[in-house]
């Protein structure tokens, strides 16, 4: 990038020598006009020049960070492709080897079991990829978190059916923060996925919603399952990071490990964060912290609701 | 089907890669036991040991890494093969004097790593018994020694510690001297039941087969880089 700064200022230079030229050739014999004009143009070419660079340098360093990103996904996607490839490549192998009919089924379920995965990972991969474009263009309102977590709650006790519970504690004033009810949607989903997921059968996960110091709302998601050990904490927000507890259970397969990911790139591009712990008694807690809306529009749309 | 006794313990967290390299493993008459992660399979291998692992990299609860110094602890011997999913990985591991004899790239192809199950398994058998010596099988290039029954080769008369791949690599690159082999002849000599290998998988595996003679021999330029073309072995300077 260096050699784009060197490029415009010789530009620059030669804008500032051309001037000159002219304006020796208008005045012709008034030095002083010369000096003066070369010294306009001299500072002009200085002023601008900064200024551009300025600009130049912040969009590269934007665009540097922007494609390394890209190559880390690059490298994290080949490596997580890799494994369901695996399984397709040796299964079909093992297909086309063996006679006995009760294996061939077996071989044709894992086949279609990892295309299935694959085609989640990729999907969801789109999906990440495009958050930070979709957050600056989707609109964002007041969103009233109380009701939209009772909505995402409700879903998931139709889903799990009894399997796990779900418990929402909320206060009375609605808080409400901007964003687009979508993609705060999409948050929760995650976070109750992922909680859902650990939980044992009979389990609860419990949703807790809170006035933060600051105005803003605090949402506390915990369930009652094994835990995040202490190693993984630093790494449960990457992308495709996914702990199997013992064995794969029903979670590795469903979970190409982007729901935390995604769900941290979304609160964090409202200017929130996201947190992952323990709870003492057991089991994993995720806290998101969102900032207010402005009051006055927010107590617009609650009118309205 | 033969049947064997051998007892090959599969260490890998993916369900369906474990299982299916259990079962074609089983078709060939190895008793097979899977684990689905590192810290399992080493409760298991403190009991008893296996005959041969194949171990992935990326273990949950203890790395494949760790488990194969663990076992490399407990024997010498014992052929160790890898599973790895990233090419990057595979230089990191290469880098890494872990005693294994094998490294497969995933997705890799279940033919190639059931035969070299067998070659390992051959190799450990051989090496155990020095009588049996076949010269046709016997290639000698200069300085090197190269027995393509036993899987192992020699260089001034000194043993070398070769992978399977790598063996294989050198036996290519030695049985014509002077020649260039490509890239792509390297990967059918050295793959011969793959469909498909990266360039780059072929690069580490001679980047690490010229560190092992140069470790020996620092002033070491047998394995010649032909630009563009790919590979060949020069024997002047390996002697």
């Known amino acids: 990038m260096g050699l784009l700064r060197l490029g415009l200022r010789l530009l620059l230079f030669n804008l500032l020598l051309v001037s000159l030229t002219i304006a020796g050739f208008l005045y012709l014999v008034p030095w002083a006009a010369v000096v003066v004009s070369a010294a306009a143009a001299l500072l002009l070419s200085v002023f601008f020049a900064a200024a551009i660079t300025g600009t130049l340098e912040d969009l590269t360093r934007r665009l540097e960070d922007r494609q390394r990103a890209t190559e880390t996904l690059a490298s994290e996607v080949a490596h997580e492709l890799k494994n369901p490839l695996a399984s397709i490549r040796s299964a079909a192998e093992m297909l086309h080897e063996v006679r006995e009919p009760e294996e061939r089924r077996r071989f044709a379920a894992v086949i279609q079991e990892e295309v299935a995965r694959m085609e989640r990972q990729v999907s969801q991969l789109a999906e990440i990829t495009r958050i930070d474009a979709r957050l600056e263009n989707e609109e964002q309102v007041a969103v009233p978190v109380n009701g939209l977590l009772a909505q995402v709650a409700e879903r998931f006790r139709l889903r799990e059916n009894g399997r796990v519970k779900f418990e929402l504690e909320a206060p009375e004033e609605v808080l409400t923060v901007r964003a687009s009810p979508e993609r705060l949607t999409q948050v929760f989903e995650n976070l109750l996925d992922n909680a859902a997921g650990f939980s044992p059968t009979g389990g609860a996960v419990r949703v807790a919603l809170e006035r933060s110091r600051d105005g803003g709302a605090l949402i506390r998601v915990s369930d009652e399952g094994p835990g995040i050990p202490p190693e993984h904490l630093s790494r449960i927000f990457d992308r495709f990071f996914s702990h199997r507890p013992g064995e794969e259970g029903r979670r590795a397969r469903l979970h190409p490990g982007l729901g935390l990911a995604i769900a941290k790139a979304i609160v964090e591009g409202y200017g929130g964060s996201i947190a992952a712990g323990n709870a003492g008694a057991g089991g994993a807690v995720f806290t998101v912290r969102l900032p207010s809306s402005r009051t006055g529009i927010s107590r617009q749309v609650m009118g309205r609701s | ?239």
């Open chain 2, 1 to 239: 089907m033969q049947s064997r006794t051998e007892l090959v313990a599969v260490v890998d967290d993916e369900k369906n890669i474990r299982e299916t390299v259990a079962f074609a493993l089983k078709r060939e008459g190895y008793r097979v036991n899977t684990y689905a992660d590192g810290a399992e399979a080493w409760a298991a291998f403190r009991r008893e040991l296996p005959d041969l692992a194949v171990l992935d990299i990326l273990l949950p609860r203890m790395d494949g890494r760790e488990l194969c110094r663990k076992l490399r602890a407990k024997s010498e011997t014992l052929p160790i093969v890898f599973l790895t999913s990233k090419d990057e990985e595979l230089d990191r591991v290469l880098g890494l004097e872990l005693g294994a004899d094998d490294y497969l790239c995933k997705p890799f192809s279940m033919r190639e790593l059931v035969a070299r199950v067998k070659v390992l398994f051959r190799r450990a058998a051989l090496a155990s018994d020095p009588s049996r010596r076949e010269e046709a099988k016997m290639l000698r290039a200069g300085s090197l020694e190269i027995d393509g029954l036993r899987y192992t080769a020699r260089w001034r008369g000194e043993p070398l510690a070769l992978t399977v791949t790598e063996f294989l690599l050198l036996q290519a690159l030695a049985r014509h001297p002077g020649h260039v082999k490509t890239r792509q002849q390297l990967m059918e000599e050295a793959y011969p039941n793959d469909a498909y290998v990266s360039e780059r998988t072929i690069d580490s595996h001679v980047k690490r087969l010229r560190r092992k003679f140069e470790s020996r021999d620092a002033a070491f330029s047998g394995i010649d880089t032909v630009h563009g073309l790919g590979y060949r072995w020069i024997e002047a300077g390996a002697e």
